[in-house]
């Protein structure tokens, strides 16, 4: 029975075109390099049409692929719906994703578990309920007490039949139906006791029926989570792969469980801010439980920095950071196609967070500069001297890029010293949500003087320690 009229576990009809992550990655990069041209979907049109990765869906005698394939990449976190946000505005992660700091599969599969109801996409009214003053799908989940994340109920309903040598649990997989009656029923992920004792029911009932519009939804599912690196999906029936142990899979379960780590919006009424609330958490990844498989731990690629024979700082200028957006490239057709092109070269995210803080420090009084050859941003307000090194860093690379960005700072604060005989303040400003042992707040703070700054969305700064006591973000 549903919990109320027309609950299920809805995802857009298109999700499976994420199967081929070129496509993904295409809808995404056309999105944000097209957003501010005026007739931007004409031009994401034509561009997606030139690729030929997608079928036309033609409208009117023009091409109407974006319209339709777009809802994907809200659907996953990678951008805000354009239902609120009418230019198309990624997250944190669809930078990542962008910039090619996340792998197509682990990002899948950290979006599947994570992914809830209710959240702050799937506002649409359900087919068939009668309204009572509600305002949205998100306010009657909340009024119905589910708050339930369907691909780690999945998860946990698997790692437990696969610890199981009960007979009934002979068969390790899942089917469609078996979800339907099982797993949807249930309103919180605390309650995957009860999700069993109903599969033990499913499994010894003959008469199995299922609304068509559930069992569609359930496939999504299957597929969605088939696209990651923990599902399997063979003869219609999803099954845990034979690479992850047991006890990593309930480590990760675990976490996404733990009723801290789910949306809990308190308001309601403002669906643009509770869609904006939404993506700011879905769009966003804590690092330190960020599921990563084991073998792409092993090896992290670092870019060789340009040796420099003498120690010296050649200072310019700061021009705001926008190579992939110059005017001449709505002008001309040629330079439009040679900078698309370029485009997948520069680290988007990079650039966007040292733009974000040169507009936050000029708003300090700050005059800004860079040196082309080292120096991301530096600082200057009377006698204060700052220098911020950027490091956009993934679950992969953290310690790396951290060890890195602080080498870089220290080389550069000798480098003013023997060149300007200044010593200024140093700041290493990563993207992401995470928290950091206490020792290594101490060991940047106290012993090699060095601030730490959190990027966490859009505009939005943490200082997490400041040996010299600035107040940027005040």
């Known amino acids: 029975?549903?919990?109320?009229?027309?609950?299920?576990?809805?995802?857009?009809?298109?999700?499976?075109?994420?199967?081929?992550?070129?496509?993904?990655?295409?809808?995404?990069?056309?999105?944000?390099?097209?957003?501010?041209?005026?007739?931007?979907?004409?031009?994401?049109?034509?561009?997606?049409?030139?690729?030929?990765?997608?079928?036309?869906?033609?409208?009117?005698?023009?091409?109407?692929?974006?319209?339709?394939?777009?809802?994907?990449?809200?659907?996953?976190?990678?951008?805000?719906?354009?239902?609120?946000?009418?230019?198309?505005?990624?997250?944190?992660?669809?930078?990542?994703?962008?910039?090619?700091?996340?792998?197509?599969?682990?990002?899948?599969?950290?979006?599947?578990?994570?992914?809830?109801?209710?959240?702050?996409?799937?506002?649409?009214?359900?087919?068939?309920?009668?309204?009572?003053?509600?305002?949205?799908?998100?306010?009657?989940?909340?009024?119905?007490?589910?708050?339930?994340?369907?691909?780690?109920?999945i998860l946990r309903t698997l790692i437990e039949v696969n610890k199981s040598n009960e007979a009934i649990f002979k068969d390790k997989s899942l089917g469609v139906d078996e979800v339907a009656l099982s797993l949807l029923p249930i309103k919180r992920n605390s309650d995957w006791q009860s999700a069993l004792d109903n599969l033990k029911n499913a499994r010894n009932s003959t008469h199995l029926?299922?609304?068509?519009?559930?069992?569609?939804?359930?496939?999504?599912?299957?597929?969605?989570?088939?696209?990651?690196?923990?599902?399997?999906?063979?003869?219609?029936?999803?099954?845990?792969?034979?690479?992850?142990?047991?006890?990593?899979?309930?480590?990760?379960?675990?976490?996404?469980?733990?009723?801290?780590?789910?949306?809990?919006?308190?308001?309601?009424?403002?669906?643009?801010?509770?869609?904006?609330?939404?993506?700011?958490?879905?769009?966003?990844i804590s690092i330190d439980n960020f599921w990563v498989k084991k073998e792409e731990k092993i090896f992290?690629?670092?870019?060789?920095?340009?040796?420099?024979?003498?120690?010296?700082?050649?200072?310019?200028?700061?021009?705001?950071?926008?190579?992939?957006?110059?005017?001449?490239?709505k002008r001309n057709e040629k330079a439009r196609k040679f900078n698309y092109e370029d485009f997948e070269n520069n680290s988007i995210l990079h650039e966007i967070i040292v733009n974000e803080l040169n507009l936050i420090l000029k708003n300090n009084n700050f005059l800004n500069f860079i040196d082309t050859n080292s120096i991301d941003l530096y600082s200057k307000r009377e006698d204060t001297h700052i220098i911020f090194e950027v490091k956009t860093v993934s679950p992969k690379n953290l310690m790396v890029r951290i060890r890195l960005g602080i080498g870089q700072l220290l080389e550069y604060r000798y480098r003013m010293q023997i060149s300007q005989n200044i010593e200024p303040q140093s700041y290493l400003v990563i993207n992401g949500n995470f928290i950091l042992p206490l020792w290594v707040k101490n060991y940047l703070m106290f012993h090699l003087k060095v601030g730490l700054i959190l990027r966490k969305s859009k505009d939005n700064f943490e200082m997490i320690c400041d040996p010299f006591n600035n107040n940027f973000f005040d």
């Open 1 to 153: 029975m549903s919990i109320y009229e027309g609950y299920s576990w809805s995802l857009t009809q298109h999700l499976g075109r994420i199967a081929d992550s070129n496509i993904l990655y295409e809808l995404l990069k056309a999105g944000h390099y097209y957003r501010n041209f005026q007739d931007r979907e004409y031009h994401i049109n034509n561009h997606l049409s030139e690729l030929k990765l997608l079928p036309p869906n033609m409208r009117n005698g023009k091409s109407d692929i974006w319209r339709d394939y777009q809802q994907i990449l809200p659907e996953i976190g990678l951008m805000m719906s354009t239902r609120y946000k009418k230019t198309p505005e990624l997250t944190n992660l669809g930078f990542q994703w962008l910039d090619k700091e996340v792998s197509f599969e682990n990002l899948i599969t950290n979006q599947a578990l994570r992914y809830q109801y209710p959240n702050g996409y799937k506002l649409q009214m359900p087919k068939g309920f009668r309204k009572t003053g509600e305002k949205s799908r998100a306010e009657i989940d909340h009024k119905y007490g589910i708050l339930i994340k369907p691909g780690t109920l």
């Open 209 to 284: 029926t299922i609304d068509s519009r559930i069992k569609r939804h359930i496939q999504e599912w299957f597929r969605f989570l088939n696209y990651g690196n923990i599902f399997e999906l063979g003869q219609q029936r999803l099954r845990l792969t034979s690479t992850n142990s047991i006890e990593e899979l309930e480590e990760i379960c675990n976490y996404h469980e733990n009723i801290d780590t789910f949306w809990s919006p308190i308001d309601f009424q403002n669906l643009k801010r509770l869609q904006t609330s939404w993506f700011d958490y879905y769009g966003n």
């Open 300 to 329: 992290v690629k670092e870019n060789p920095e340009e040796f420099i024979n003498d120690g010296s700082i050649n200072l310019v200028d700061f021009v705001e950071q926008n190579k992939v957006f110059r005017d001449d490239i």
